[in-house]
């Protein structure tokens, strides 16, 4: 049987062009479903990010995911952006509908997709959450448009934390409160409980500065970070008894929102999550 050379591209701009667990989890859809397609990463510096952008036009790539430092500034170069990116003021995901570039964000939509494949519906759902970061501020606003009741924000730096309360309470119905971070603070009151901070990506091995007593078995815990999937604050929670969700799983579900926006397809969410977890 003959091959179909035509393969269409979707690729990654930015930093690090190494080992991108991204690449590994897209590569797999691709052969799973048997389409010809490549995801590619490519190192753009920030002073190149408008000609790359040219030429991803010129080169009619299906579309790309963007990460840190592009996330903000490449909305200067895309025609439309999706509603959650107006709320969250950046996009790690591009579609090229013929010519015309689409930004998403799909960090918060692999959460709360993550939430509901776990049975979890967020709607009049209490969540704290550690850290107001780029994460935090994606799963924040997808949060907030999913009928949460109630956002109690932690953060080290008070501005950053205090902006994402007010974004919260401007622009969408659910209720957002902050609090400064200093020293090892209880958990409030809620149903869910996330870390959304950097803290014990790898080689990184500690955890967040909580009091872990604090955690009932009735939450829900989730961590964002990816690698290790079993984090020490995951350990910490589950020892509290609460129900824990890792950051593989959502960023499984991140990839798979973005790789049906491109393809149009439903993705093989399995042979994805097999793949990335070999890479571990
Ligand atoms: P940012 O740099 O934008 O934010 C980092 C956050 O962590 C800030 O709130 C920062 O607080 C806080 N923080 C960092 N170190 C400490 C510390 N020692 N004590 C207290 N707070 C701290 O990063 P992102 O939000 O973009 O990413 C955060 C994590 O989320 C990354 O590890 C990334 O891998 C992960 N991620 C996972 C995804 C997934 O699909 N699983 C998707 C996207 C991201 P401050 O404001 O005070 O500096």
């Given at each position: ?34 389409i010809?397609?490549r995801?590619l990463t ?9 000609d790359?952008?040219r030429?991803?036009?010129?080169m009619n790539f ?23 990116v107006?709320?969250?003021g950046?996009t790690?995901?591009?579609v090229n509908q013929n ?16 939430l509901r494949?776990?049975?979890?519906d ?6 704290a959450i550690l ?10 606003v ?5 009928s949460?009741?109630e956002l ?25 409160s ?5 020293g090892?603070?209880d958990?409030?009151p809620c149903?869910?409980?996330?870390n959304?901070?950097s ?19 009735e ?7 990816p ?7 995951l ?12 950051g ?21 969410l399995d ?10």
């Amino acid at each position: 049987m003959g091959r179909n050379y035509r393969a269409q591209l979707t690729g990654v701009f930015g930093y690090p062009v190494d080992e991108n667990p991204t690449v590994v989890m897209q590569q797999a859809a691709f052969k799973e479903l048997g389409i010809d397609w490549r995801y590619l990463t490519i190192l753009v510096k920030p002073s190149d990010l408008a000609d790359a952008f040219r030429g991803l036009r010129a080169m009619n790539f299906a579309g790309i995911n963007l990460t840190v430092p592009h996330k903000i500034e490449a909305l200067k170069y895309v025609d439309e952006q999706a509603l959650e990116v107006r709320l969250i003021g950046a996009t790690n995901t591009v579609v090229n509908q013929n010519g015309r570039l689409i930004a998403y964000n799909t960090d918060g939509k692999g959460f709360v997709e993550g939430l509901r494949m776990n049975g979890v519906d967020l709607k009049g759902k209490r969540l704290a959450i550690l850290g107001a970061g780029g994460a935090s501020r994606a799963i924040c606003v997808e949060c907030a448009l999913a009928s949460a009741a109630e956002l109690t924000l932690i953060n080290r730096s008070v501005e950053k934390g205090e902006k994402l309360a007010s974004l919260i309470n401007e622009k969408t119905d659910c209720r957002a409160s902050f609090i400064g971070w200093e020293g090892a603070i209880d958990v409030p009151p809620c149903d869910i409980l996330i870390n959304a901070t950097s803290i014990g990506l790898y080689p990184d091995e500690n955890c967040p500065d909580i009091n872990y007593d604090s955690i009932t078995p009735e939450m829900i815990v989730q961590d964002v970070i990816p690698n290790p999937a079993d984090t020490l604050f995951l350990r910490r929670a589950r020892e509290r008894g609460a129900k824990t969700l890792d950051g593989l799983g959502m960023l499984v579900c991140q990839g798979a929102i973005g790789f049906k926006l491109w393809t149009g397809l439903d993705a093989p969410l399995d042979a994805m999550k097999r793949a990335i977890e070999a890479e571990q």
